[in-house]
């Protein structure tokens, strides 16, 4: 851990999180999700509750802290150390509470934030469609309204918590059939109830026990309160919605490197060869230094990150931020993960160790939430724009070449 980014809050924050990882999440649970034996960990949320460690950014009125999101990050690490389902599900928490919270009524914070902070309710995201990934706006879920009602047709995919999850936020098409895409999506709270099925439960790679599925929405009756925010603003909601989804997977994807990087090296320390400890071995210890350094640079850029959007730094550097947050913090899980297993050999690729399951596991992190291509989009594009529109240039040094003159060298076109 970044001890020196942490306020003594946040420090006292880990060592709770911690508390809770070490003694409320048994082995016997993750071998049971592993083993695809348990679908729905609904304890697990309802023991975080307990130690009030859910919905931490949340106003206390609602039973959260009013915590930043430099705080939360701390938490997130600490449990994504357990893998990326339960990491997921405390997640979506924080998630789908962040559109309650800011674009939700009174009503709809009451109905459903403040039990959901409790762990009195479990929340899941309908965001991604059969034929549309990373093609969001291209949804064709519908939502028709009907006197007091919307009514909801449609299907979405990839649904964590879709098999155990009370109610779900689900982004449905309510604009004209010409009106432009990111016009034309409103999101809605549906409880899970007449009109609402699990038609399919994924058999994952990694990840499971989270009860993922695609459902089927027909005919769904949706009370018009339900709606956040207002018609067709989805699109809005969805931006904003992409701080939470990228924060917490980029922080939990340090905790997961942080623990195979732990296993890893208290194996080195144990294992001999050719007489001594594989610790001893520079090919061992320079994979150690790589692990140490990966995670440090993502819980760097992850802590900036979260700077940004807790100052209320422009949205677009703060969704670059995010992104990078993103794509680095997952992209260097997978390094670590991978350098474990080489440390460890033969061995780490058996069940034996817990290497070939976070292996499993952390492939799939730089997928959701939007690809890491794209994040290249979002970062390049953010940063072309604020470069263009740079108040104050730092000096330009095109100038300073020694025949910087020569105009008819620079061709351009």
Known sequence: MLDCLMTPEEKKLRDEAREFVREDVSTELLR???????????????????????????????????????????????????????????????IVGEAINKFGSEHLKEKYLRPTIAGELTAAEALTEPRGGSDFFGATTTARRDGDYYILNGQKRFVVG?????????????????????????????DRGPGVEVKHVYGLMGTRGGGTGRLLFKDCRVPKENLLGKENMGGLIFYQMMIPERMTSAAGAVGMGRAAMEVAARYSTRRKAFGETIQNFQAVNMKVADMITLCDISRG?????????????????????????????????????????????????????????????VRLIMIWT????????????????????????????????????????????
């Open 301 to 361: 850029l992850i802590h900036i990150a979260a700077k940004s959007v807790d100052t209320g730094e422009p949205s677009g550097r703060s969704r670059r931020y995010v992104s990078e947050a993103k794509k680095t913090a997952t992209e260097n899980a997978w390094k670590v993960v991978n350098h474990a297993m080489q440390i460890m050999g033969g061995i780490g690729y058996t069940n034996i160790f817990p290497i070939e399951k976070m292996l499993r596991d």
């Open 32 to 94: 049971a999700m592993d083993a695809d034996e348990v679908r729905y960990p609904r304890e697990f949320i309802e023991k975080a509750a307990a130690r009030n460690l859910l919905g931490l950014r949340f106003p206390k009125e609602y039973g959260g802290r009013g915590m930043p999101w430099s705080s939360e990050i701390v938490a997130l690490e600490e449990v994504g150390v357990l893998g990326t389902s339960l990491g997921c599900l405390y997640s979506l928490v924080s």
């Open 162 to 190: 879709a098999e155990g999850a009370d109610y779900f936020m689900v982004y449905a098409r309510t604009g004209a059939p010409d009106a432009p895409p990111h016009e034309a999506i409103s999101t809605f709270i549906v």
């Open 370 to 413: 939007g690809t890491n291509e794209i994040m290249d989009l979002i970062i390049q594009h953010e940063f072309y724009k604020e470069f263009a529109e740079e108040k104050n240039p730092a000096r330009n040094i095109e100038t300073d070449a020694l025949e910087a003159d020569r105009e008819e060298e620079k061709v351009y076109e």
